[in-house]
Each structure stands twice: as structure tokens, then as C-alpha cells.
Antibody, heavy 116, light 107 residues
């Protein structure tokens, strides 16, 4: 069965960096475009970033453009999100997702807290 | 950016009753709309895509309708496991955007 498992979340100070990872299994990872979404505490869902199946096309939400970088390693069935210059408003549960609309599978999420 | 507006914000329904949730888009989406269910502490789950197609394993009591700018999710007879927050998402335009959610609570 399809599984997406995120890791790498935690507490980081404003201005700091964090790298999220997502391990995919149960499907041919290289066939799919992948995305990251996030959900601030008690808030709704927000799309963060997208990467094509080839890795050649990447999109970012305006709120993270220039600070976050999405990448993938198909040999290891993995998706990554490098998050730099983190701000308090980046505090959220980050979800790895297969596709970006509609999203047919979601990971369980990893919590990122940006606080001093 | 496409603005998605869901109504009502909260819907109080008794088990066994019908629930009707609405989602309106600021521009026409054709049928490129999905519905998700999210329970506390869990990831969202895809219910409906292409406005009216049920995702794999979704019970028959869930149905979606609409096109253009007006969409509806109907739960024909609410079960205890259906009390959750429901989100609509458009995927006709970049960036993909969500409604703010409708919480379906027990009356």
C-alpha cells in the first residue's frame, strides 16, 4: 500500500534552518509529481511547494519563495524540503503529498515549531 | 490567486441526518475540485475529485456535485465517524488553494 513518512521536524529558532524528508513506498516514486503542504495550529491547509516527476519543474508559494527548496532523490524514493530563514509564521504541521491536486495520498505530517 | 469560500463554517447535525456543505470559487474551475475530510490529529483524506468522482474506498453516502464556481458535498446519512472538518481544494489554477473548512459537529 502507498505510504509517505515524513521526518525532520522540530523546534528551531527564528532565522534557523531545517530539512524535512519524506520516504515513499508502495508505488513507483519516480512516476509521480510530489508536493508539500502545511497546516498552522488550528488553521486550514496551505500548499507550500511542488516538484515534477522529473525534478525539472518546481513551484513555491509566495510565502516561502526564496527561503524553501524542494528536491527529490528517486533512487531512494525520497522527497525533501530545505527550509531556511525560518519565521514564526512557518510554524505548522508539514505534510508530504503525492500529486498536488487532487492529493490522493498524504503523509502523517511532521511538526515544525519556530520559536525563540 | 483563486479564493475558495466554504459555508457554513460549522454545521451541527444529528447522526443519521443529511449534511450539505458548500464551496464557492472566485473564478470558474470547470470540474477541477476536490473534497477532503480531516479528523483531529490526522492527515486529510481524499473523498471526492473532479467535483463528483468518489476516491477509492469512500462510502456511498458521500457525494459531490457542481461545476464552474458552485460545488456541494453531501453526506446522505451521517455516521459517527463522519464528524470532522471538510475542505474543498481547487486544482484548475496555480497555486492550488483550499477553502477555510467546514466543521461538521454532533448536534
Amino acid at each position: 500500500q502507498v505510504q509517505l513518512v515524513e521526518s525532520g521536524g522540530g523546534l528551531v529558532k527564528p532565522g534557523g534552518s531545517l530539512r524535512l524528508s519524506c520516504a515513499g513506498s508502495g508505488f513507483i516514486f519516480s512516476d509521480y509529481y510530489m508536493s508539500w503542504f502545511r497546516q498552522a495550529p488550528g488553521k486550514g491547509l496551505e500548499w507550500v511547494s511542488y516538484i515534477s516527476s522529473s525534478g525539472s519543474t518546481k513551484y513555491y508559494a509566495d510565502s516561502v519563495k526564496g527561503r524553501f527548496t524542494i528536491s527529490r532523490d528517486d533512487a531512494n524514493n525520497s522527497l525533501y524540503l530545505q527550509m531556511d530563514s525560518l519565521r514564526a509564521e512557518d510554524t505548522a504541521v508539514y505534510y508530504c503529498a503525492r500529486k498536488w491536486g487532487p492529493v490522493d495520498y498524504w503523509g502523517q505530517g511532521t511538526l515544525v515549531t519556530v520559536s525563540s | 490567486e483563486i479564493v475558495m469560500t466554504q459555508s457554513p463554517a460549522t454545521l451541527s447535525v444529528s447522526p443519521g441526518e443529511r449534511a450539505t456543505l458548500s464551496c464557492r470559487a472566485s473564478q470558474s474551475l470547470s470540474s477541477n475540485l476536490a473534497w477532503y475530510q480531516q479528523k483531529p490529529g490526522q492527515a486529510p483524506r481524499l473523498l471526492i475529485y473532479d467535483a463528483s468522482t468518489k476516491a477509492t474506498g469512500i462510502p456511498a453516502r458521500f457525494s459531490g456535485s457542481g461545476s464552474g464556481t458552485e460545488f456541494t458535498l453531501t453526506i446522505s446519512s451521517l455516521q459517527s465517524e463522519d464528524f470532522a472538518v471538510y475542505y474543498c481544494q481547487q486544482y484548475n489554477y496555480w497555486p492550488r488553494t483550499f477553502g477555510q473548512g467546514t466543521k461538521v459537529e454532533i448536534k
